[in-house]
């Protein structure tokens, strides 16, 4: 049994996959309360299953890249969880549940054929990775100003390409992973096992404070 969780986006997402197929999952979108809904959701996705922490065969994390605050919750859990259940705890890239996810809903149809995710990485930027037609990453991920995204020849999906319909005007759902995904994609070998620790592609908003300034005048000399 594998439980997946992910944090990166907007999105607190968990499952649990038994190896074939999802079990149990919960889905939120609640941009600021990722540390107060992600052990409930944890806690609900394991009673549905009737299944215990310790039963487990490993903890899978979405390492983003992603917001911050977000990253540091789910990463934290995660590596929490393993230690209490001792089991392992891997991580992996958040970007690729999205790509899995649209594939599913497009096989039954003509096939997915490239793939470009978008989700949103504030200040006016996006994070994106680009995926073949195999359903691999071939490019990514990365962050970027929209316009700078190479999307052409590709479906492209995610929160990040929906807010751009200037940039983006063909995008389509999904909107934010699902940790259901994220389990499958790894477990079909489209998504590799990372090491959990937050993937981050930028430096944060907070800086250190400078040399402090002086507000008062300089002593007159006598």
């Known amino acids: 049994m594998l439980l997946a969780l992910d944090t990166a986006t907007p999105a607190v997402s968990v499952a649990l996959h038994d190896g074939g197929r999802v079990v149990a999952r919960r889905h939120l979108v609640d941009l600021r309360r990722h540390a107060e809904v992600l052990a409930p959701l944890v806690r609900q996705v394991l009673a549905e299953a009737a299944s215990r922490g310790v039963d487990l065969d490993e903890v899978l994390v979405g390492v983003g890249p992603g917001a911050f605050t977000g990253l540091r919750v789910g990463v934290a859990t995660a590596q929490a969880l393993g230690l209490a259940w001792d089991v392992p705890v891997s991580g992996a890239c958040t970007l690729d549940a999205l790509a899995a996810a649209y594939r599913a809903e497009a096989a039954a149809g003509s096939g997915a054929g490239e793939v470009l995710v978008v989700t949103d990485a504030r200040r006016r ?12 990453r ?14 052409t020849g590709a479906t492209v999906v995610g929160a990040g390409a929906l807010a751009h319909p200037e940039v983006f005007p063909a995008a389509v759902p999904p909107e934010h992973p699902d940790a259901g995904w994220l389990a499958q994609a790894v477990l079909d070998g489209l998504a590799a096992r990372l090491v959990p620790s937050p993937l981050y592609l930028r430096r944060p908003d907070a800086r250190p404070p400078g040399q402090r300034k002086r507000v008062l005048p300089a002593r007159a000399a006598w």
């Open 138 to 151: 071939v490019e990514g991920p990365a962050v970027a100003a929209p316009q700078a995204v190479p999307a």
């Open 125 to 136: 930027e996006v994070f994106w990775a680009r995926y073949d037609a195999s359903g691999r």
